[in-house]
C-alpha cells in the first residue's frame, strides 16, 4: 500500500491506454516523408551549436574544427561566465519561488468562484504573456531606477517573476479543475480552517501543476534576456545577456558551449517532467490491478 | 449523546434502537436573496428535534439546497435565526459549527485512507492519534468496513463510498446530519438499498437527520417529517402520512404523486366535516383544511382524491361520496390497473389492485365511484401562486 502514498488528486478519466502498446510509426509514410523537412528544419538551428561548441578553434565558426572540449574548459575558468551563470540561476530561482506563490494563490482564490469580472481578472494575471517583452523591460527599468536600495540581481528576479507568474496559474489553475469543489466544503463541515483546507485539500490537488509550471517557468526565466538586458549592470549579468554581448566582439566558442549546456539543461527538464507525468499515469492504473487479486 | 457505548458496538445489535442522539436544531424565520431582492428562501421556519428525520423536499429551484446551505453555514441567512440548543450559531462559519455532511458525490478525500478520511474531523478536533484510530475503528465497525480500512475511497464501490461518508460524518458526534441529495447521481436500484442502508444506521445510532432531496419517493420512505417546499417556501410539513392525505394547498397534492382536483362549492362544516356540492350539484363531505385560510370565495372550492381512495363500487354499497362516470381508459400496470374515468365534467384517475375489475371493466361501461368522507382534502389556497394549481 506504501506506493498509494503518492497518488495525486486528478480526472479519473485521464486517457491511460496508451503507454503499453508497442512504438509504431504514426500514420501515412508520406506524411511523415513531408513533415520530416518542417522537423529538420525546427531542429537543426538548435542543434548546430553542439558540433560549434566542439571546435579547436578560438573564434566560433562552422564548419568547426573538429574535435575539442577546450570551449567548455574555457566556459569553466571563466570567473565572468560562472558568476553569469549563477546570476542566472539566482534569478530564475528566485522568480519561480515568488511565481509558485502567487500563481497558486491566484488559482486556489479563483477556483469555483463565480463573479462579474472574473474573465478581467484573469485576463489580468496572463497579460504578461502577450505584452512585448520591450515594453516589460523599459517599465521595469524606469521602476527599479527609483528603487536603488534593490539588489541588482533581484530587480531581474523580481522583474522575470512577473512574467512567470501566467505560466504557473495557468498550469495550477488545469490541475484545480479537476478537483471537486464539493471536497473544499466537506473539509470545512468536518472542522477544517482555511491553513487545513489549503494543506489537505488544495496542496495534493495543486502539486503537480507546481512542478508543471515551476518547470516552464525556470526555464523562461533563465534564458531570458530581453529585460535581462535592461535591468543589467556589471555584477548582474545573466548568462542569457553575456551570451548576447559578448557575441558582438568576443566570438569566442564559450557562447557555443554555454549554449549546448543550457540545450542539454531544457532536454534534462524536458524529460523529468515527462517522466513524472508518465509515472502519475502508471500509478493511476494500479487500483484495478488491485482489485482484481483475490 | 451515546454514539460510542460498547452496547451500541457492531453489527449484533442491528435494529436495537439507541437513544436520540443530536440536539435540537431549530431554524426561525430565514430569508434568504442572492441577488437584490430576489429571495431563494423565504420566511423558513422548521424545528429538527434529536432523533427526528427531517425531509426538505422540493422540485429544483425551490430553496431547499440553499436552506441547508444555510444551516451548514456555507451561505450567510439575510435574515432570521439558526439555532443550536437555544445558541444561535447563524453568523458561525462551517468548520466551528458541529454538523457532519453527506455530499451528493460523498466528496471523500481521494489521497486518504478509509481510515484516515474518518480520523480526519478528530484530527481537526486535535483529539491524540489514538483517540483518533480508535474512534474511527469503532465507526467504520459500525458501518460494516473496518477490513476496508487502508483502502484508498476511488477503491471503494459507490455504497461503501456512501457508507464512509457517513462514518466520516458522524465519528465526531454532530449536532446532527446533513444530507444534500446523497444518492442524486446513482441509478435507482442502488439508490434503494443505499436508502435503507441510510435510515438503518439513523435508527442504529439515533442522530437526527436534516435530508434535502427532489425524490418524493425518497422522502416518504425515510422521513419522519416531510418539510414540502415551494418557490422558497416551506408550504406544509408533517408526517409522510400526513402530507400525503391531507396536502393544505394544490402544490402539495400535485407534487407528492398523483392526485384529482374537483371543483366544488364548500357549503360549511358539518361536524368535523365540511360539505361540498360538486358541480353536478352532487353533494358529499370532506375534511376541512387544517391550517391556512379557506378560498376567499365559497363556490371555488377544490377537493383533492387520491387514485387509490376512489373505489368501484357494487350495488347495495353507499359510502358518503357517490358519484357516476364512464370509462373512458384501463391501463394494466402489474401490481395495479389504472382507469380514467369521466364524471362530474372532468376525468378522474382511479387506480386499483383489484383482479377482477381488470378483467371486466371495459371502455365505455357506465360506473359509480365512492370514497370516504375523510379521504377527501379540501384545499386551502396557494399563498403566491394564486392561479396555479399545482403541477
Keep these: 500500500m506504501a506506493r498509494f502514498k503518492r497518488r495525486r488528486y486528478s480526472r479519473p478519466s485521464a486517457p491511460v491506454s496508451s503507454a503499453r502498446r508497442p512504438f509504431r510509426l504514426p500514420g501515412n509514410p508520406l506524411l511523415l516523408l513531408a513533415c520530416l523537412p518542417v522537423l529538420i528544419y525546427l531542429l537543426l538551428p538548435t542543434l548546430i551549436i553542439v558540433p560549434m561548441a566542439l571546435t579547436k578553434g578560438q573564434l566560433i565558426q562552422f564548419p568547426p574544427i573538429w574535435i575539442s572540449v577546450h570551449s567548455f574548459a574555457d566556459y569553466f575558468d571563466d570567473r565572468q561566465w560562472i558568476d553569469s551563470t549563477i546570476i542566472s540561476l539566482k534569478v530564475a530561482a528566485l522568480a519561480v519561488c515568488i511565481a509558485c506563490v502567487a500563481g497558486s494563490a491566484a488559482a486556489i482564490g479563483l477556483h469555483g468562484k463565480q463573479f462579474p469580472g472574473k474573465a478581467v481578472v484573469i485576463g489580468i494575471i496572463l497579460t504578461p504573456m502577450v505584452i512585448p517583452f520591450v515594453v516589460l523591460g523599459l517599465g521595469d527599468y524606469l521602476f527599479f531606477v527609483h528603487m536603488p536600495f534593490i539588489g541588482r540581481w533581484v530587480e531581474i528576479g523580481l522583474a522575470h517573476s512577473v512574467l512567470v507568474t501566467p505560466y504557473v496559474f495557468i498550469t495550477v489553475q488545469a490541475a484545480l479543475s479537476g478537483l471537486n469543489p464539493l471536497l473544499v466544503r466537506s473539509a470545512r463541515s468536518l472542522g477544517a480552517g482555511n491553513a487545513s483546507v489549503l494543506y489537505h485539500v488544495y496542496w495534493p490537488a495543486i502539486r503537480p501543476g507546481i512542478v508543471a509550471g515551476a518547470i516552464f517557468a525556470f526555464a523562461v526565466s533563465f534564458d531570458e534576456v530581453v529585460i535581462a538586458l535592461f535591468l543589467q549592470s556589471p555584477n548582474a549579468t545573466t548568462l542569457p545577456v553575456r551570451m548576447f554581448t559578448s557575441i558582438e566582439y568576443e566570438l569566442t566558442p564559450k557562447i557555443a558551449a554555454a549554449a549546448s549546456l543550457l540545450l542539454c539543461f531544457a532536454t534534462l527538464a524536458l524529460l523529468a517532467q515527462a517522466f513524472l507525468t508518465h509515472r502519475k499515469l502508471s500509478q493511476r492504473r494500479l487500483p484495478k490491478a488491485v482489485q482484481s487479486l483475490p | ?391
Design chain 2, 1 to 391: 449523546m451515546n454514539l460510542m457505548s460498547p452496547s451500541l458496538n457492531g453489527s449484533a445489535s442491528a435494529g436495537a434502537e439507541s437513544r436520540p442522539a443530536g440536539r435540537l436544531l431549530e431554524v426561525r424565520g430565514v430569508w434568504k436573496a442572492y441577488t437584490g431582492d430576489q429571495y431563494v428562501v423565504r420566511d423558513v421556519t422548521f424545528t429538527l428535534r434529536p432523533g427526528e428525520f427531517l425531509t426538505l423536499l422540493g422540485p429544483s429551484g425551490s430553496g431547499k439546497t440553499t436552506t441547508l446551505m444555510m444551516v451548514a453555514g456555507f451561505e450567510m441567512p439575510d435574515r432570521g435565526e439558526i439555532r443550536v440548543d437555544g445558541k444561535d450559531v447563524a453568523w458561525q462559519p462551517p468548520e466551528r459549527r458541529n454538523f457532519g455532511i453527506v455530499f451528493q458525490g460523498y466528496a471523500l478525500f481521494p489521497q486518504m485512507s478509509v481510515l484516515e478520511n474518518v480520523a480526519f474531523p478528530l484530527r481537526m478536533r486535535r483529539l491524540p492519534p489514538s483517540a483518533r484510530r480508535r474512534k474511527s475503528l469503532e465507526m467504520l465497525e459500525k458501518v460494516g468496513l473496518a477490513e476496508f480500512r487502508d483502502r484508498r475511497p476511488r477503491e471503494l464501490s459507490g455504497g461503501q463510498q456512501q457508507r464512509v461518508a457517513l462514518a466520516r460524518a458522524l465519528v465526531f458526534e454532530p449536532d446532527a446530519l446533513l444530507l444534500d441529495e446523497p444518492l442524486g447521481a446513482l441509478d435507482r436500484k442502488l439508490r434503494e438499498a443505499l436508502q435503507l442502508e441510510i435510515k438503518e444506521i439513523q435508527r442504529r445510532i439515533g442522530i437526527s437527520i436534516l435530508y434535502v432531496t427532489h425524490d418524493q419517493d425518497e422522502a416518504m420512505m425515510m422521513s419522519d417529517n416531510i418539510a414540502v417546499m415551494n418557490e422558497g417556501r416551506i408550504v406544509q410539513i408533517g408526517s409522510p402520512r400526513d402530507v400525503y392525505l391531507h396536502p393544505r394547498i394544490p402544490f402539495v397534492a400535485g407534487f407528492l404523486g398523483e392526485t384529482n382536483l374537483l371543483r366544488c362549492t364548500d357549503c360549511g362544516s358539518d361536524g368535523s366535516y365540511a360539505r361540498v356540492r360538486f358541480q353536478n350539484g352532487v353533494m358529499g363531505r370532506a375534511q376541512a383544511p387544517r391550517e391556512g385560510r379557506r378560498r376567499r370565495s365559497p363556490h371555488d372550492a377544490l377537493v383533492s382524491i387520491r387514485p387509490e381512495r376512489i373505489r368501484f363500487l357494487t350495488t347495495g354499497e353507499t359510502p358518503e361520496n357517490v358519484i357516476d362516470g364512464v370509462v373512458i381508459d384501463c391501463t394494466f400496470l402489474g401490481h395495479h390497473a389504472r382507469y380514467v374515468v369521466r364524471a362530474l365534467g372532468q376525468k378522474l384517475v382511479v387506480s386499483s389492485t383489484d383482479p377482477h375489475l381488470a378483467q371486466h371493466l371495459r371502455i365505455g361501461d357506465a360506473v359509480r365511484l365512492g370514497w370516504a368522507c375523510d379521504e377527501a382534502q379540501i384545499l386551502a389556497e396557494d399563498e403566491d401562486d394564486g392561479g396555479e394549481r399545482g403541477r
